[in-house]
């Protein structure tokens, strides 16, 4: 089973929507996917992510049939905030998201991992997000970032985070109309070598890259 971990450069930039195009492309290649939410918060009924990923991915993969939210989101809080403070500062484990994941090697082939928010939330006082994810030690990450005016910064702080902790990184730009791209940022990344995947325009390129 490969892992692929989808993380971000802060909240709300597009990590369940690029995680949900990933899911479509690697079904049309015939793989059996699945998604996991580790840890999602401002949940009062239903966590919102998880049920998104829950319904697709039974859509897309009949062995995940027998799958409940819980496998799919095996921790959740009800503040909106990062999980350190939803949890009202009581140390969370680990375990369960491991033990979902151990779940997943029989009925997938390529297993998404979307974490919350960006690198550096803490799950707890002296465990963040980066932390998590290398424990779980995924095959590749992929760094969702924004097309507005401060994404070179942005993107680069995340990007070389990543690469320094040794995790083979691809980027992918979630652009949105108004973002002006073209003018304020792409010259720089293409002055730099940086490749500029966009979610919308090349999720098949950027699927096929995180499985090499």
């Known amino acids: 089973m490969k892992k692929i971990f989808i993380t971000a450069t802060n909240t709300d930039i597009g990590k369940t929507y690029t995680t949900q195009k990933l899911l479509q492309s690697y079904a049309k290649k015939g793989l059996k996917v699945a998604a996991l939410k580790p840890i999602e918060t401002g ?21 995940a049939k027998k799958l409940s939210i819980e496998d799919v989101v095996p921790l959740t809080f009800t503040q909106p905030a990062a999980p350190f403070i939803a949890s009202g500062g009581k140390k969370i484990e680990t375990k ?25 939330v803490p799950i707890n006082k002296e465990y963040m997000m980066l932390d998590l994810i290398d424990d ?8 969702v970032t924004h097309c507005a005016l401060g994404c070179i910064n942005d993107t680069l702080l995340s990007y ?3 690469k320094n902790k040794g995790h083979d990184v691809v980027t992918a730009f979630n652009c ?15 002055a730099a070598g940086f490749p500029t995947l966009q979610v919308d325009l090349d999720i098949d390129e950027i699927a096929e890259i995180l499985l090499q």
């Open 43 to 63: 949940v009062t009924t239903l966590p919102l992510d998880g049920i998104k990923h829950l319904e697709l991915v039974k859509q897309l993969n009949p062995a």
């Open 96 to 120: 369960p998201i491991f033990e979902a994941i151990e779940k997943f090697e029989e009925i997938c082939d390529v297993l998404l991992i979307e974490g919350a928010g960006g690198l550096y």
């Open 136 to 143: 779980i030690a995924p095959q590749s990450v992929l760094l």
């Open 160 to 162: 070389n985070t990543l």
């Open 176 to 190: 949105k109309k108004g973002d002006d791209f073209e003018k304020t940022s792409k010259p720089y990344f293409d």
